[in-house]
């Protein structure tokens, strides 16, 4: 079982920038691939980005990439999601999630946090 929290989230003006965390408990977190995701006010969750194991290979959405870089910390059971230039249309709650082994860019992760919220004004 693992647990998820995220954190970071708030309310940033057109172009600001924001790093959201996602703290994992349990021991194996290393074995977990891990995500981000996102959904919109009347959208379906969408996928942002996702890491490795190791974080030897990463994955981006095109819309976030080059503006937004995940990164993990296995030692801190901790991952993130650094988001520069950011656009009102980054706007959603945004959720962390975990995926036993190979990594995905679907909708197939085991354990997902609650979500936060990001606002971008324009």
């Known amino acids: 079982q693992v647990q998820l929290v995220e954190s970071g989230g708030g309310l940033v003006q057109n172009g600001g920038s924001l790093r959201l965390s996602c703290a994992a408990s349990g021991r194996t977190f290393s074995r977990y691939a891990m995500g981000w995701f996102r959904q919109a006010p009347g959208k379906e969750r969408e996928f942002v980005a996702a890491i490795s194991t190791n974080g030897g290979a990463t994955y981006y959405a095109d819309s976030v990439k080059g503006r937004f870089t995940i990164s993990r910390d296995n030692a801190k059971n901790t991952h993130y999601l650094q988001m520069n230039s950011l656009k009102p249309e980054d706007t959603a709650v945004y959720y962390c999630?975990?995926?036993?082994?190979?990594?995905?860019?679907?909708?197939?992760?085991?354990?997902w946090g609650q979500g936060t919220q990001v606002t971008v004004s324009s």
């Open positions: 999630a975990a995926r036993y082994g190979f990594t995905s860019t679907r909708d197939d992760y085991n354990y």
